[in-house]
């Protein structure tokens, strides 16, 4: 476990923090890894995910397939002589 010290904090926040905690019924140390666990971990967004953004953009047409694109042979490389 890591210890985290904290200079010059505001000493209103300081009060608000000790309020808080009070309120709760737990310690100012306690009171902060709770604030620092809400907002770090609990309110974590989840990773966009491309494949079902498209899916929910496009569900209006239903199912349908492209047809498959015809290609080219591959050119030979150019020779710089």
Known sequence: MTNIT???I???MK???QDRAKKNGRSLEEEVKE???QVLIENQTPPINI???ID???A???DFELGE???EPIRPAPTFE
Do not use: A
């Open 15 to 17: 009060n608000i923090l």
């Open 6 to 8: 904290i200079f010059n």
């Open 35 to 37: 604030i620092l666990h």
């Open 69 to 71: 694109i015809k290609r």
């Open 56 to 58: 929910k953009r496009f």
């Open 51 to 53: 494949v079902n953004l």
């Open 10 to 12: 505001d000493d209103n």
């Open 60 to 62: 209006h047409l239903g």
